[in-house]
Nanobody
């Protein structure tokens, strides 16, 4: 089992920045990828960004150039730096860890961007 815990959400004005963090405990070896999804009210959960154990990153088109994912696999932490935030970025952000073909999810952290 892997237990991710997110932190760093909050309320910010449009154009501002936030940094989300996610730390995992439990069986934390052989993590093949980590990342972030988000879910806005009334919408499906969507990919935001991922990073593999080899450092390859992938971003949703809507956040490219504004968000940066980074991870310290040895420390089993993953970060999401969010700049130039927009009201449409408002959502609950979930981190996940992929291990053995199974995604382990955190409880989520709320990000609210006011206009």
């Amino acid at each position: 089992q892997v237990q991710p815990v997110e932190s760093g959400g909050g309320l910010v004005q449009a154009g501002g920045s936030l940094r989300l963090s996610c730390a995992a405990s439990g069986t934390i070896f052989s993590i093949s990828a980590m990342g972030w999804y988000r879910q806005a009210p009334g919408k499906q959960r969507e990919l935001v960004a991922t990073i593999t154990s080899g450092g390859t990153t992938n971003y949703a088109n809507s956040v490219k150039g504004r968000f940066t994912i980074s991870g310290a696999n040895a420390k089993n932490t993953v970060y999401l730096q969010m700049n130039s935030l927009k009201p449409e970025d408002t959502a609950v952000y979930y981190c996940y860890y992929l291990r053995g073909g199974v995604n382990y999810w955190g409880q989520g952290t709320q990000v609210t961007v006011s206009s």
